[in-house]
């Protein structure tokens, strides 16, 4: 497929999340190997800048030390081995963990030095692309244009109650890149902002579609998908399967920890939000399992 790749902001942030194994690492220098095919700009740049280290905090939450009152041995038992050896673990697991809160200091302090997911990044932000709208290009002056026109008329993509155009910016940036280079695209996101996602396969917004084959062509292909790994396969990349199972890890772990929203009584079309108890949000038109956008925290949840 000679397609280039469009890669929303939720999928560097993932990035993360990645808890064990080289996989996701394996990615990321797979997105700097292949900048040039790459649809990206100051947007996205912002978007990733703006959210990374509060992801960061997140994804730390889960990280915690033992409970060492649930291992602590009675004091007759003080010197046998096995109590020895879970003293000495602790001590061990205790400097180790203190050396990591520095590490993660630094990363949240000077992520150029740092944080590998941020160099990178910074490497493709930078890179002198056709396909980079960076904030030295007058092109970006007419994409915005577009951009406002779709939003004020209500075209997707957007996020239920969003309030910024950024997603429209993103979406005519495509479309200008498509109509440029004459390849097909590939849009790889976690969020229902493109499309929907019934039973494992992507499916892109019905406007979209329509849009794009009138926009561009009824023959170019544009494919939606949330895995990054199948995106690079589609353009003949060869990607490891142990990067394929990292990242079908992290989808899995994203989805577990996404909370649903809370039904209300007598009104389908509202649910509670997860995250500020009394607020609510009109999920009219969403089918359950679809990941919708808290307007008051900004955060994911899935309609119940």
Known sequence: MDALIFVDTNIFLDFYRVRSGGGGLEL???IEAHKDILITGSQVEMEYKKNRQRVILEALIAQK????????????????KPAKVIAKSKKTITAQHSKLKKRIASI???????????????HVFRHDSDYNLSRGKKTRFS???LARKRFVLGYPPRKQNDTSIGDAVNWEWIVECAKSS????????????????????????????????????????????????EAFKLVAVSVSTEAEE??????????RLVPEGIPVPGKPHLVESPYSPG??????????????????????FLVP
């Open 28 to 30: 990321l220098d797979l």
């Open 143 to 145: 994409v915005r244009q």
């Open 182 to 229: 004459g390849k097909d695209i590939i849009i790889v996101t976690r969020d229902s902002d493109y499309g929907c996602n019934y039973d494992g396969q992507f499916h892109l917004n019905d406007w979209l579609r329509l849009e794009f084959k009138e926009r561009i062509s009824r023959k170019r292909r544009i494919v939606l998908t949330d895995r990054l790994a």
């Open 279 to 300: 607020k609510y949000v009109d999920v009219e038109g969403f089918p359950p399992g679809t990941e919708v956008r808290d307007p008051y925290t900004d955060k994911i």
């Open 65 to 80: 030390t033992p409970d060492w009152s649930g291992l602590s041995s009675p004091a007759f038992l003080a010197n046998a």
């Open 108 to 122: 949240l302090d000077k992520p150029n030095l740092s944080d590998p997911v941020f160099k990178t990044l910074s």
């Open 246 to 255: 990292e990242e079908k890890t992290i989808v899995a772990e994203r989805l």
